[in-house]
Every structure is written in structure tokens, then in C-alpha cells.
T-cell receptor
């Protein structure tokens, strides 16, 4: 079974530029998460999708971050414009559609973003 | 509000020593789930264990064991006879039953195992 795929793996941009990350979850997983992991910290949830609907985006900086999940499969996370403090690893995860709170999340390799 | 505290920032051990990672959590819910994840240098988070709030039995899986105590809101993790491959950052996380699976992670504990 293929795991969660993410691209690109690394990205370096200048502040005020825009960037987009892509995620393809495990086949059949209806729930998709985007986390931000700043160096030395645990991952923090940015947004959660159930199929193609948003369940939780309370910690997403909506003035600069946006995300979509078309057709309930792949997802894209965008930052526009980027700030220095956005430098982090962006992790995508997916989980089984049933009893989501109880199930482990499967994580992708992450995208390491550096904003200069 | 939920919170997970991993007070140990880094633990260094010599191979074959045991190492215990502490995790203390806070939640108002009576139904919740606790997790441990491993993050090796490659960066990908790897699921290790899930425990629900109604199951306080300790668990052993090979060299790994977990001690869940609701009375002290702790879910500690022990690696017995550590190996160099155990070097990683370990995260404890909490999910509330009605929180749609949102994981609240601790800050993580870096384990360094030297030969």
C-alpha cells in the first residue's frame, strides 16, 4: 500500500513570494490533515478535511494561507505572501474515515520550507 | 483545552541502556486517545501506539513498553536495551473523541543513543 505522498520535498523562497505544497493521501482515506512543524516543536494542525469539506481550520492564518481538497482526494496548501516565520516543515497526514479520533494518522515525508 | 507536556527535551544514553520518556496530558473529556509517534532524522512521523482512555493496561511490544496512568494523567514510554536505531525525536499526542481526530502534540523528546 502506497503511503502519503508530498511534493516538493524542499523549497526555498524569498519573503513575500508565494508557494504551494501538494499532498496525495493513502487511497480510501477520507480524512486529510495539514500540519506545520517549526524546528524544535511538535506539529501543529493547520487544517483538516473530511472528504472535500473543511472540519477544522481554526489555526490556519487565513490572511495568507489557503488550502483546498478537490474531489476529496489530493490537496494543495498555499502560502501567499510568505513571511520569515513560515519557515517550517509542512506535513500532510491521512486517516481512515471511521471513528477518526481513534485512528492513527499516516504522515507523509513533509515539505521543508525556508523563507529568506 | 487539551495540552500535552513532554518535559524532557533531550535524553542521551549509551547503547543497551533503558530510557523512559515522560508524557503528561490535560483534557476535560472523559473519552480520549493517546498516541506515541517516532520521528527519525528522515523526518517522517511513524505511529508507534494508540491507547484509549478506558484502557489502562500497560502494553509491551518488543523492546517498547508503555505505562498509562489516568490518576496522574501520564502516558510514559520506555525503550529497553536501547539501540542506535532508536535515535529519533519521540512525540506524545492526544486526540479527543469529539475532536475529529485533531492531534495535540507535545514538544517532543530527542533521544540520542551512542554506541
Amino acid at each position: 500500500e502506497a503511503g502519503v505522498a508530498q511534493s516538493p520535498r524542499y523549497k526555498i523562497i524569498e519573503k513575500r513570494q508565494s508557494v504551494a505544497f501538494w499532498c496525495n493521501p493513502i487511497s480510501g482515506h477520507a480524512t486529510l490533515y495539514w500540519y506545520q512543524q517549526i524546528l524544535g516543536q511538535g506539529p501543529k494542525l493547520l487544517i483538516q478535511f473530511q472528504n472535500n469539506g473543511v472540519v477544522d481550520d481554526s489555526q490556519l492564518p487565513k490572511d495568507r494561507f489557503s488550502a483546498e481538497r478537490l474531489k476529496g482526494v489530493d490537496s494543495t496548501l498555499k502560502i501567499q505572501p510568505a513571511k520569515l516565520e513560515d519557515s517550517a516543515v509542512y506535513l500532510c497526514a491521512s486517516s481512515s474515515p471511521w471513528a477518526v479520533a481513534a485512528y492513527e494518522q499516516y504522515f507523509g515525508p513533509g515539505t521543508r520550507l525556508t523563507v529568506t | 483545552a487539551q495540552k500535552v507536556t513532554q518535559a524532557q527535551t533531550e535524553i542521551s544514553v549509551v547503547e543497551k541502556e533503558d530510557v523512559t520518556l515522560d508524557c503528561v496530558y490535560e483534557t476535560r473529556d472523559t473519552t480520549y486517545y493517546l498516541f506515541w509517534y517516532k520521528q527519525p532524522p528522515s523526518g517522517e512521523l511513524v505511529f508507534l501506539i494508540r491507547r484509549n482512555s478506558f484502557d489502562e493496561q500497560n502494553e509491551i511490544s518488543g523492546r517498547y513498553s508503555w505505562n498509562f496512568q489516568k490518576s496522574t494523567s501520564s502516558f510514559n514510554f520506555t525503550i529497553t536495551a536501547s539501540q542506535v536505531v532508536d535515535s529519533a525525536v519521540y512525540f506524545c499526542a492526544l486526540s479527543e473523541a469529539f475532536g475529529w481526530g485533531k492531534l495535540q502534540f507535545g514538544a517532543g523528546t530527542q533521544v540520542v543513543v551512542t554506541p
